[in-house]
């Protein structure tokens, strides 16, 4: 198991990708939340098997009226989440 971030920037608030987002990691049986940030930029916690993981990074990209210009992913410290929540909130930067 591991944890990964995905920031992603492009046409991905105000189109659905955060429910596409939810709905390919219930599928897949991954853990973890999405959120808008404020910059307009999309930020994803997940966790699984690492196998998982690619393939559902690679899934983000067949969300309808979604257009993804840039995605960056970096794995960070395990985090266990008991499903795959949306974020309402903003996100805050730590300082």
């Known amino acids: 198991m591991k ?14 990708f955060r429910a596409c987002i939810k709905r390919i990691a219930t599928n897949l049986g991954i853990g973890g939340e999405a959120m808008n940030l404020p910059d307009g930029r999309v930020l994803i916690t997940a966790t699984g098997e690492p196998v998982i993981l690619d393939k559902f990074v690679s ?37």
Request: hydrophobic share 35%; glycine share 12%; with cysteine.
């Open 59 to 95: 899934m983000l990209y067949g969300c309808p009226r979604v257009v993804i210009r840039d995605l960056f992913q970096g794995e960070i410290p395990l985090a266990v989440y008991p499903e795959f929540t949306i974020q309402r909130g903003a996100y805050q930067y730590s300082t």
């Open 3 to 16: 944890t990964i971030e995905i920031r992603i920037t492009g046409r991905v608030q105000g189109v659905g």
